[in-house]
């Protein structure tokens, strides 16, 4: 999986395939039409609350393949400007751990293997902790 380029249509139709749910159940949960349904699967991008409703009835979290895309390809900030967010009291919820699938650390350690990017260099770009990538190192 590519988590540069993310088109949720196909990867709804895809987990629907895998699922072996029914248009007609699909269309009476989500309340659309077969048209709007096969423009759903066409779209590359849908609003949250369509999003969250697929979540919850193909019992996949597409919102995580989003995060993963932000861990891997977001800017990397300053560690001036990190420290200072870090500081920052914020009113929105705050998680302590980043989500690491099982794709994106075989995505890290081929970039490892295949010395496109050093230890150091994919801890300073990607912040992942140093016991984290070693530890994926000794696992995988």
């Given amino acids: ?20 749910f029914s248009s007609d159940r699909i269309m009476n949960f989500m309340q659309c039409s077969h048209e709007e349904l096969r423009q759903m699967y066409k779209s590359k991008s849908l609003d949250a609350e369509t ?8 019992a996949y979290d597409f919102f995580r ?9 977001s800017p990397p900030s300053s560690s ?17 751990k980043n989500i690491y699938t099982v ?6 350690l081929s970039l490892l293997k295949s010395n496109e990017k ?3 260099q994919i801890i300073e770009e990607y912040r992942i902790p140093k016991t984290t990538l070693y530890k994926w190192i000794k696992k995988y």
Avoid: A, N
């Fill in 51 to 58: 999003l969250l409703k697929w979540s919850k009835l193909l």
């Fill in 65 to 73: 393949i989003y995060s993963q895309h932000l861990v891997l390809y």
């Fill in 118 to 120: 050093t230890k150091k």
């Fill in 1 to 20: 999986m590519l988590f540069k380029d993310i088109h949720t249509g196909e990867l709804i139709q895809k987990r629907v395939e895998e699922t072996g």
């Fill in 103 to 108: 794709e994106m650390i075989t995505f890290i």
């Fill in 80 to 96: 001036e400007y990190y420290q200072k967010t870090k500081e920052k009291k914020t009113q929105l919820p705050e998680f302590r």
